[in-house]
Nanobody, 125 residues
Framework: VQLQASGGGLVQPGGSLRLSCVASEFIWEYYAIGWFRQAPGKEREGVSCISSSDDRLYYADSVLGRFTISRDNDKNTVYLQMNSLKPEDTAVYYC???????????????????WGQGTQVTVSS
């Protein structure tokens, strides 16, 4: 398995969840890792990306200030801490390989076509 995501669930508005994505050594070396989400009837959105080799980060405007992406190089793991969750954050979240150059340039888009399984995040009272 190249990417394995976990951590979704049901949470009330204002609550928090942390998603995890474990990557293979190959992916960790050559790609950035991103979190992408898709809600029913909506287009896929790049939520946040992080490079494994420098400090470049990307956040979508919709999550800026509420979500924090981080990495653990010893565990080849990327985390997405989601705070102050809103009903509009409800979606299936996927981790995927992303372009390192894209993150350096301030963008976040899938690259390399490796995807973890989706994890459902539902924000509802």
């Amino acid at each position: 398995v190249q990417l394995q995501a976990s951590g979704g669930g049901l949470v009330q508005p204002g609550g928090s969840l942390r998603l995890s994505c474990v990557a293979s050594e190959f992916i960790w070396e050559y790609y950035a890792i991103g979190w992408f989400r898709q809600a029913p009837g909506k287009e896929r959105e790049g939520v946040s990306c992080i490079s494994s080799s420098d400090d470049r980060l990307y956040y979508a405007d919709s999550v800026l200030g509420r979500f924090t992406i981080s990495r653990d190089n010893d565990k080849n793991t990327v985390y997405l801490q989601m705070n102050s969750l809103k009903p509009e954050d409800t979606a299936v979240y996927y981790c995927a390989t992303a372009s390192k150059k894209g993150v350096q340039d301030g963008t976040c888009f899938p690259h390399g076509n490796w995807w973890g399984q989706g994890t459902q995040v539902t924000v509802s009272s």
